[in-house]
């Protein structure tokens, strides 16, 4: 079925706003891991390259398919890849 443009605006719109408050939900718990990390953790966690703000690579935490993290919400006990 051929939607019309504002229909796939429209679509473009609302999987944004789902991107944004998935981003958002990965950002408010990583920050929360984050605060309970000794300084000596949070310096390695700051060391290691999350989501694409140095470009490259690909899978989780790299430009995956679905952008940002891979698409992936990390879940307890989940465990980044480098």
């Known amino acids: 079925q051929a939607l019309t443009t504002p229909e796939r605006l429209d679509k473009m719109a609302a999987r944004m706003d789902e991107r944004r408050a998935r981003f958002n939900r990965v ?15 949070q310096k390695a966690f700051d060391s290691l390259r999350l989501g694409h703000e140095h470009g490259g690579g690909g899978g989780r ?22």
């Open 27 to 41: 950002a408010a718990a990583t920050k929360q891991f984050y605060a309970q990390l000794t300084p000596a953790q």
């Open 61 to 82: 935490w790299g430009h995956g398919p679905h952008g940002g993290m891979g698409g992936h919400e990390m879940g307890p006990g989940d465990q980044p890849h480098g």
